[in-house]
């Protein structure tokens, strides 16, 4: 009676030895190293070469871990499980012609990827979101990419994190997100890719704080799209920063409304090729009531309009902000659109003059 | 033997391919590696690393990487194509800097990524210095003691310099900037600067967040160029300079520059938080808004010509001590919302309202 949990707990030893050899087995954390093998288990004392050959080795909900500096290769990912490449180490992939650096395709997913540099030579995304519950960039380098630095296109209940990276000089659009997918981005970097620098296509709601968006060779962020849900977008604390054409270019219609709330920011010197009648901020929605709220905010020196909101379906709120050194008018609202200031914002030196339209107080309550 | 023979044959093929690879000089490859037991005369791969930055950028594709394996110095190095060279956070990858330049960047075009660099002058004149290209990122990298610039980058025809997470300490000037391109600066630490911790001479455009200045001459300095100049300045702190946290000198073209929610403290010898100057025809503005100005010994806001004037709002002016006025509308007019908080600062003439909309 004594010995039988002896034996099964040796049963249970013998049947762990017995996966762990088979070559189907998978382990809750693997590794890869520049002097692993594809062949190995992918285990601390056997690592494997690439990602590709250690995510096939890792249990669902498991950790792939970058042992030293190396190139790792791109990889598809259609479990849930975590990348890492600590501090210290460089974990690279060269994404070549025709390929897309890291794919995440896993429905019930949930992936991060931490410590990445992906780097375009003639590749489309460097990363690709496909679908999956949750895709979590950390401490990643985005560049050279030939369409994408990030596309997700997930559909379905979605979350994309993005923080403490950098997507820049990307041939092509910086972060592009289309769909229902949740978007959070903090404290990332997005610096002169050729095409927008933030494209949200179809009504997605984000947040986005301590971010910049500069420099970006068609507009900072691109918001468009018509939708029926309802669209919740903030911007904190971030900086949309001469860029080649608008700030912030916002021709989305939402049935059901849509708002755009951006506090302590700064919109300045986009468009200054005056391309577009616009340079801050631009909303032309075609039915529901779509708005944006400015609060602490400077808009200063765009090419042309500061802020313009140019339907009957569109509304702005100017509250403790600034609105100066733009190249025409600083607050335009026309075609039915609705202007509100609390009283206490700062409009000087905007090129025309330095407000249009119908701007009532709104008063404090 | 002769079984003996067959084995052999297929090892010496083996090992013929790898010195025929490895001495081939004309191959590059998208990423190569550098490290402390490399050697230049190999290919700077993972399996061969090379020993400095030099022999391995020119055995690098356009637009490829060069990556520091372990902490070393790594030397000077001239680049003519668009690469990124990253040392990863742990890695001290360092260039001392004897004479001339520790990295020049030279090739039009060229858009390049500097990743956790130590740049120490020892006698050197730059530790970064942009001659062309199109776009300079620099992050994570600590560059001190140049004898004339930390960074010096002339970024003409619309060219961009982005810097973050870095430092630029007991340098003359931390980043000079020339010519009509684009600069940002966030998370920029600027230490002991015995001149400007930035200056700027005729830019299109510059913003910086979170930038602190302690320690130095003066923090930003502006002067008049070729073309109207815009200055954003947001979230940061300028202390303990002589010559204050903002300069402003106009002349022949516009600069206007933008304060918000920014620190100025413990400022002044000759000037203390913000001056606006203008010699010539154009306006030089500066609008300040959510900021505080304590602790200054000369004029904490201040404009001088007739085409200087400076916009307050929501300001915190407190124990600001001045030989004459602390706020000083010595040229154009200074401009105030009403809304500010004045305490142990003296007011000159010239101080106007203006009405917030």
Request: with cysteine; glycine share 14%; hydrophobic share 40%.
């Amino acid at each position: 009676m004594i010995q039988i949990p002896g034996l099964v707990a040796f049963v249970a030893a013998a049947t762990a030895a017995v996966f762990t050899t088979s070559a189907t087995a998978t382990a809750q954390r693997t590794f890869v190293a520049s002097y692993g093998n594809d062949a190995n288990p992918c285990s601390r004392a056997a690592p494997c070469r690439s990602f590709g050959a250690a995510i096939a080795q890792t249990d669902d909900a498991g950790e792939l871990i970058v042992l030293d500096s190396a190139g790792y290769g791109k990889v598809t990912i259609s479990k849930s499980v975590t990348v890492t490449a600590p501090a210290g180490v460089y974990a690279g992939i060269s994404v070549f012609s025709g390929d897309d650096g890291v794919t995440v395709d896993a429905s019930l997913g949930i992936v991060k990827l931490r410590g990445l540099f992906i780097n375009g030579q003639g590749g489309n995304a460097g990363v690709k979101f496909v679908q999956g519950i949750e895709l979590r960039i950390e401490r990643c380098e985005i560049t050279g990419m030939g369409a994408y630095g990030i596309s997700a296109t997930s559909i379905g209940s979605t979350t994309l994190l993005v923080q403490d990276t950098a997507v820049a000089d990307n041939l092509g659009t910086g972060i592009y997100v289309n769909g229902t997918v949740q978007t959070f981005l903090s404290n990332v970097t997005v610096v002169g890719n050729t095409g927008n620098g933030l494209e949200f296509a179809a009504g997605v709601n984000f947040s986005v704080r301590n971010s910049v968006v500069d420099h970006n060779h068609n507009d900072g962020i691109s918001i468009y799209g018509l939708v029926n849900n309802p669209v919740r977008m903030t911007i904190d604390n971030s900086r949309i920063f001469g860029n080649d054409e608008l700030g912030i270019d916002m021709p989305l219609t939402s049935i059901q409304g849509a708002s755009l709330v951006i506090s302590d920011s700064e919109i300045v010197r986009n468009n200054m090729s005056t391309f577009f009648g616009t340079g801050g901020v631009f909303m032309n929605a075609t039915a529901g009531l779509v708005g944006t709220t400015l609060i602490r905010t400077t808009v200063n020196g765009n090419g042309a309009f500061g802020i313009v909101a140019d339907s009957s379906h569109n509304y702005i709120i100017l509250d403790n902000s600034i609105v100066t050194e733009n190249g025409d008018i600083g607050l335009v609202v026309a075609n039915g659109g609705l202007g509100y200031t609390r009283g206490n914002n700062v409009l000087h030196h905007n090129g025309t003059s330095e407000e249009s339209g119908s701007i009532v107080p709104l008063a404090p309550h | 033997m002769k079984a003996a023979n067959r084995i052999r044959l297929p090892l010496l093929t083996l090992v013929c391919v790898i010195v025929v690879t490895a001495s081939d000089a004309e191959a590059t490859a998208q990423r190569t590696f550098v490290a402390s037991n490399g050697m230049d005369l190999g290919p700077c791969s993972l399996a061969q690393p090379c020993r400095t930055f030099g022999a391995a950028i020119a055995q690098t594709n356009d637009r490829g990487e060069v990556i520091v394996l372990d902490s070393a110095g790594y030397g000077g190095v001239s680049i003519a194509k668009s690469v990124t060279i990253a040392a990863p956070g742990g890695v001290y990858a360092g260039i001392s800097v004897f004479a001339g330049d520790g990295i020049t960047i030279d090739a039009p075009g060229a858009v390049v990524l500097l990743r956790g660099l130590t740049i120490n002058g020892l006698g050197g004149d730059y530790g970064v210095r942009f001659v062309q290209g199109a776009e300079l990122r620099i992050e994570s990298c600590n560059v001190s003691g140049m004898f004339v610039a930390a960074v010096d980058a002339h970024l003409d025809g619309g060219a961009m310099l982005s810097v973050r997470d870095s430092s630029m300490s007991a340098n003359s000037q931390g980043a000079w900037l020339h010519g009509a391109g684009h600069a940002s600066f966030d998370r920029v630490r600027f230490n002991g600067n015995s001149n400007k911790a930035i200056l700027i001479e005729g830019m299109l455009d510059v913003a910086s967040a979170n930038i602190e200045v302690d320690g130095s001459e003066a923090g930003i300095g502006v002067t008049a160029g070729a073309v109207d100049t815009s200055v954003t300045v947001s979230r940061s702190r300028f202390a303990a300079t002589c010559g204050g946290g903002l300069s402003i000198g106009g002349g022949a073209t516009v600069i206007s520059a933008m304060v918000t929610d920014t620190e100025f403290t413990q400022n002044g010898c000759s000037a203390g938080g913000v001056l606006v100057s203008s010699s010539g025809p154009a306006a030089a503005r500066a609008s300040l808004t959510r900021s505080t100005f304590s602790g200054s010994t000369d004029r904490t806001v201040g404009t001088a010509g007739a085409s200087a004037v400076a916009y307050l709002d929501n300001l915190v002016f407190t124990g600001n001590p001045s030989v004459g006025f602390s706020i000083s509308a010595a040229g154009g007019p200074i401009y105030t919302r009403l809304n500010n908080t004045v305490q142990g600062t003296s007011i000159s003439a010239n101080v106007l309202p203006y009405s917030a909309r």
